[in-house]
């Protein structure tokens, strides 16, 4: 089981930049999946997640300006990012939850400064 996340960057603010989140060893469409953020010096902490049926939520400071999609037939998720700030800097995960355990890839930094 593995998850691997690309797309990251520096981008300038009210940029934009969608990251991708491609797993193996398991299908997502049997899987809700997540993305969480973690900021230097800060927790990780939650940004968006889609359900097996294509539900999605998201934490209030991504409302309106982050979107979580999932292509079941590349087995990936994305997470579009419009209107990016700085206080979005963070390296980004990809994760779900396999057998009752959390499984996360790597991580992918994007750096939001012009």
């Known amino acids: 089981v593995q998850l691997v996340e690309s797309g990251g960057g520096l981008v300038q603010p009210g940029g934009s930049l969608r990251l991708s989140c491609a797993a193996s060893?398991?299908?997502?469409?049997?899987?809700?999946m997540r993305w969480y953020r973690q900021a230097p010096g800060k927790e990780r902490e939650f940004v968006a997640r889609?359900?097996?049926?294509?539900?999605?939520s998201y934490d209030d400071s991504v409302l309106g300006r982050f979107t979580i999609t999932r292509h079941n037939e590349k087995n990936t998720i994305y997470l579009q990012m419009n209107s990016l700030k700085p206080d979005d800097t963070a390296v980004y995960y990809c994760n779900t939850i396999r057998w009752g355990s959390d499984v996360w890839g790597q991580g992918t930094q994007v750096t939001v400064s012009s």
């Open positions: 060893g398991f299908l997502i469409s049997t899987n809700d």
């Open positions: 889609i359900t097996t049926v294509g539900l999605d």
